[in-house]
Every structure is written in C-alpha cells, then in structure tokens.
C-alpha cells in the first residue's frame, strides 16, 4: 500500500480547539458551531469550496471534507506569507503542518477521496482508490518551485492536489506536528503538554518561505 505524507496547515492558536474537539473536523462544521478558530484561508476560494461538489462519494461539498496536501511550501502558504489572504495578517511563522499519512487514513475505514489539481478547477480529478496515487504529479511535488513555466502553464494547479477525508480527522491519526522555528515548537510543546498528547514536533524552516520572491 501507497505510503504518502500529508500536510494540513492550521494557526497554531487552533491547537487547543483541535485536541478539545478530539480531532480535525470539516469547515462547514466548524462554521455550524461555536468551535474557536483562526480562519488562515482566503475568502474567495472558500466561497468556491463551498460551491464545489464532490462528483464521487461521499459526494457533498468541499466544505465537508478535512484537506490535506502532498506537500509542503504550498501556494496557500506562500499567499499567506506574502499578505494576500485578507483578514490575516500574521504571516507564515504562526502557522504549523499536522502530519498524517494516507496509509494511515485508509486503515482508520474513514471515508476519503483525493485530486490531481486543485480541488475548484473544473478539469480536476476526483479519485478514491489510492493505486490511483499515480495520478498526481509527484515530480512537481517534490520540486522547491511550483509555480507555472511557459513550457508547462499547469504545474501550479497540479501542486494543489488534495487528499480530503470526510468530516473528521482523529488526533490519533496526527502523528507528528511541523514548525519553522524553535521558538514554536516550544509554544507547541507546552499546548501538547497542557492537553496531554504525546506528538513528535520537528522544526523545518525549509517548508517555509524566505524573503526572496519564491522562497
């Protein structure tokens, strides 16, 4: 069986939330309660996720799914460090990756399905079988750069393949947490402390970006 990372991005101050609700739980649940949270993402597409049905089951929107990506250094993180995300403004070091695995996820018997691109895009591929894995570009995942070349116009779409579980993730299925610096992981440690979970946090400036245009 395919054994692929995956990487949710969340602020860091959503952690106690996270570990209250036992897990990570689907936007539009998160939007139906009173759940505390720092919403890191952009509007716009947001609205759009809202919209987007899921063309296989367990159908319904994306709004019904916890995203993962394929990958670190994403688009949405560099929108983020660079400012455009209206409404946050705290930029990239207050954000941290949950880890999880599609092993994992598929063992658990919750229901997933994943894309080739990113998920809004009409030519976008829904797949829940993961010999279907071979779909996504792992070339342009694991390459620094993502963004579009006049040779090849789609990279960046591809880099926004998603795996999506529905509704709900378990903290269990959490198996280590990412940082940039130092600083945060001991931020980390003590809400990891506090709520008594016993998780790996490694630090990796290097799924963060610089000060140069695409670093």
Excluded: C
Aim: net charge positive; charged share 25%; hydrophobic share 40%.
């Amino acid at each position: 069986m395919s054994k692929k990372w995956l990487y949710h991005l969340t602020h860091y101050r959503n952690l106690p939330s996270i570990f209250e609700q036992g897990g990570l739980v689907a936007h539009r649940m998160i939007k139906g309660s009173r759940i505390p949270y720092i919403d890191i993402a952009n509007v716009g597409i947001q609205n759009k996720r809202s919209l987007t049905s899921i063309p296989i089951p367990p159908y319904g929107t994306l709004h019904d799914y916890v995203p993962f990506y394929f990958a670190p250094k994403s688009p949405m993180l560099y929108a983020i460090h660079k400012g455009y995300v209206e409404g946050y403004k705290e930029g990239q070091n207050e954000i941290v990756y949950l880890l999880s695995r599609t092993d994992l996820i598929h063992r658990s018997g919750l229901a997933y399905l994943f894309t080739d691109g990113h998920a809004i895009m009409k030519f976008t591929g829904f797949y829940h079988d993961l010999a279907d894995l071979n779909k996504i570009d792992w070339k342009v995942m694991q390459s620094s750069f993502w963004f579009d070349t006049e040779e090849d116009p789609d990279r960046k779409r591809r880099r926004q393949a998603e795996f999506l579980v529905h509704q709900f993730v378990p903290v269990a299925l959490i198996v280590a947490i990412a940082v940039k610096d130092r600083e945060m992981k001991q931020k980390i440690d003590l809400i990891l402390q506090q709520y008594r979970h016993d998780k790996q946090v490694v630090v990796r400036p290097h799924w963060y970006y610089g000060e140069g245009r695409w670093k």
